[in-house]
């Protein structure tokens, strides 16, 4: 439900992963974008109890809201969806307050695209981390460069989670395949780690390459 860049784009990933999706937008220009390339593309109120059930949207088990700039119509929408009876609904918030309207009207799920990807970029931009992604409990993923003084010795040899309290996922180089990792995993020279633990940690260590 809405096709603009955020449901466009989850609508495109969806349909590359192999999943049927219809398309909704109010905007034609929009509608005629997004023809050619999803499963069905029509031009309905996503706020309509009757044209939704006019393009078959019983027949999807999950619904993603995209609408973001127009509060009531994405409030709207998923009041639609819930009364409608639709599995399981994902939401896009602009904020707290939008988010909690969200929920208590039946998403299941509320997405903040712009607070995460602006998050993940401050901890990208303040550390010497590669990527990063971090859990609601405190747990972080991240990719970094190996220590310099790690190259040519083996993980157990250098003991990462019982001197920095992470633990190394998998280990990278370029032009090889990833390589899950294990005690006699010897890190190559230019090595990146995937490490997993709590996001303090990991940025502490992250520090250290």
Do not use: N
Request: charged content about 20%; hydrophobic content about 45%.
């Amino acid at each position: 439900m809405g096709l603009g860049r955020f449901g466009g784009q989850v609508a495109d990933s969806l349909l590359q992963l192999g999943h049927e999706v219809l398309g909704v937008d109010e905007s034609a220009h929009l509608v005629q974008q997004w023809s050619d390339k999803l499963t069905h593309v029509v031009q309905a109120d996503a706020t309509d109890e009757d044209a939704l059930l006019q393009v078959g949207i019983k027949e999807f088990s999950r619904a993603v809201v995209g609408i973001g700039s127009d509060i009531e119509a994405s409030v709207l929408t998923v009041l639609t969806l819930s009364e409608l009876g639709i599995r399981e609904i994902w939401a896009k918030a602009v904020s707290a307050k939008h988010g909690r309207i969200l929920r208590s009207v039946g998403a299941h799920h509320v997405i903040y695209p712009e607070a995460t990807m602006g998050e993940r970029v401050a901890h990208l931009i303040a550390s010497r981390m590669l990527d990063f992604i971090e859990f609601d409990d405190g747990f972080a993923i991240a990719k970094t460069r190996a220590p310099r003084q790690a190259a040519g010795r083996t993980l157990a040899d250098l003991a990462l989670r019982t001197k920095h309290g992470i633990t190394v996922v998998g280990v990278k180089t370029s032009g090889t395949d990833f390589q899950y990792a294990a005690p006699e995993t010897v890190i190559p020279e230019h090595a990146e780690l995937v490490v997993a633990g709590r996001t303090e940690l990991v940025q502490r260590f992250a520090a250290t390459t």
